[in-house]
């Protein structure tokens, strides 16, 4: 159940029983609601301001998006997992653990290491915002992702195609 940018690929199965507790729903949130805090020791330095970098990205099917959005956030960030960077205590966004390595995710410029700030313009900061933004893709015709990598502003967008 992945997206694909472009040529189909295999679907991949997942073991419910290797989700961390909190992609289950178990409550195990940190103390403002997000998800479970890195090692503040491992965080990178703070962004300087200046202009985004843009990166068009392939696009993604609708169908194969839905698919992803049907199998739900559990699945996705068993997937690609995320720890919260708060660099001196401040959330800034999620840092991007690992991602898969499937052939949908390969194409897209996003890696392990980026910190997602926004996506579709909109924090990740709770769960409940996320869960928000999940819904409205299902009628979004584009995935725009603002990362930071290397102190660099970079801002991602994905086509989404009917068919």
Same mark, same amino acid.
């Given at each position: 159940?992945?997206?694909?940018?472009?040529?189909?690929?295999?679907?991949?199965?997942?073991?419910?029983?290797?989700?961390?507790?909190?992609?289950?729903?178990?409550?195990?949130?940190?103390?403002?609601?997000?998800?479970?805090?890195?090692?503040?020791?491992?965080?990178?330095?703070?962004?300087?301001?200046?202009?985004?970098?843009?990166?068009?990205?392939?696009?993604?099917?609708?169908?194969?998006?839905?698919?992803?959005?049907?199998?739900?956030?559990?699945?996705?960030?068993?997937?690609?997992?995320?720890?919260?960077?708060?660099?001196?205590?401040?959330?800034?966004?999620?840092?991007?653990?690992?991602?898969?390595?499937?052939?949908?995710?390969?194409?897209?410029?996003?890696?392990?290491?980026? !910190?997602?700030?926004?996506?579709?313009?909109? $924090?990740?900061? +709770?769960? =409940? %915002? &996320?869960?928000? !933004?999940?819904?409205?893709?299902?009628?979004? $015709?584009?995935? +725009?992702? =603002? %990362? &930071?990598?290397?102190?660099?502003?970079?801002?991602?967008?994905?086509?989404?195609?009917?068919?």
């Amino acid at each position: 159940m992945t997206a694909s940018c472009g040529p189909a690929n295999k679907d991949r199965s997942t073991s419910w029983a290797d989700m961390p507790a909190w992609a289950k729903g178990s409550g195990e949130y940190s103390e403002d609601g997000g998800l479970p805090s890195q090692d503040p020791g491992s965080a990178q330095e703070a962004p300087v301001e200046k202009e985004p970098k843009l990166v068009e990205s392939p696009w993604v099917l609708r169908a194969d998006l839905d698919r992803v959005l049907d199998a739900g956030v559990a699945l996705f960030l068993q997937r690609v997992p995320l720890e919260v960077y708060r660099p001196d205590g401040v959330y800034k966004g999620f840092r991007i653990v690992s991602i898969d390595g499937q052939k949908s995710t390969s194409r897209l410029n996003i890696m392990a290491g980026d !910190i997602v700030t926004l996506v579709n313009g909109q $924090s990740i900061e +709770r769960p =409940e %915002y &996320l869960s928000r !933004i999940w819904k409205e893709l299902r009628v979004a $015709s584009e995935i +725009r992702i =603002e %990362y &930071l990598r290397d102190n660099e502003k970079i801002i991602e967008t994905i086509q989404v195609m009917d068919e």
